[in-house]
């Protein structure tokens, strides 16, 4: 599959700090998603990103597809600590959507 | 509730044994999938299928095989478990419906942890 380089690997905050991760890759996707995964669950879908340089919002949760179609970010803004989680990006290409290693998220109050 | 169910969620098996993981959605989703996740590695592909009768390999298909009878089942099977199977399985499906480009938004089952000893 193709690759996919998340980072930072994981992050441990105070609540009401930013957090911004990113994720890029060699290939073009089609599309950009952004994923949470909670203990015991499987990944829930955040945000969908699907035309270079779109830029999208839910919430305090910001992601952006990057111009080159090679990379996106995702912000949190105020974090809280129910945004404790796995965050994974997903890039699209045809049928396959590859995932990026994650990033593990702790927030303390 | 709609959405993709997976049994069993708990799984430990000897070296050389077989079985089956089960997957079913509810949602009449053309798209179905089978998922990895082992410490580290995110989620890695497996098996996909686009429709009944068609499937497709992943990047990681070796010692797993699948079938699509029907839109709403996607069963995974492990004909000879090996330990280096031991893992979390994820079935995930989406519709192809209004899809700018392949099958993007997901949804997942609750995953079932699998123990090959």
């Known amino acids: 599959g193709q690759q996919l380089n998340q980072s930072p690997q994981s992050m441990f905050i105070q609540e009401g700090e930013d957090v911004s991760m990113n994720c890029t890759s060699s290939s073009i996707f089609n599309t950009w998603l952004w994923y949470k995964q909670e203990p015991g669950e499987g990944p829930v879908l955040l945000i969908a990103?699907?035309?270079?340089?779109e830029l999208t919002s839910n919430g305090r949760l910001t992601a952006q597809f990057g111009i080159t179609r090679k990379d996106s970010f995702l912000n949190i803004s105020a974090s809280i600590p129910s945004d404790v989680g796995i965050y994974f990006c997903?890039?699209?290409?045809?049928?396959?959507?590859?995932f990026g290693k994650g990033t593990s998220l702790l927030v303390t109050p | 509730n709609a959405g993709v169910t997976q049994t069993p969620k708990f799984q430990v098996l000897k070296t050389g044994q077989s079985m089956t993981l089960q997957c079913a959605q509810d949602m009449n989703h053309e798209y179905m999938s089978w998922y990895r996740q082992d410490p580290g590695m995110g989620l890695r592909l497996i098996h996909y299928?686009?429709?009944?009768?068609?499937?497709d390999q992943g990047e990681v298909p070796n010692g797993y095989n699948v079938s699509r009878s029907t839109t709403e089942d996607f069963p995974l099977r492990l004909l000879s478990a090996a330990p280096s199977q031991t893992s979390v399985y994820f079935c995930a499906s989406s519709s192809l419906s209004g899809q700018p480009s392949g099958a993007n938004v997901l949804t997942f089952g609750a995953g079932s942890r699998l123990t090959v000893l």
């Open positions: 990103l699907y035309k270079a340089g």
């Open positions: 299928s686009v429709g009944a009768g068609i499937t």
């Open positions: 997903a890039g699209n290409s045809g049928y396959a959507l590859n």
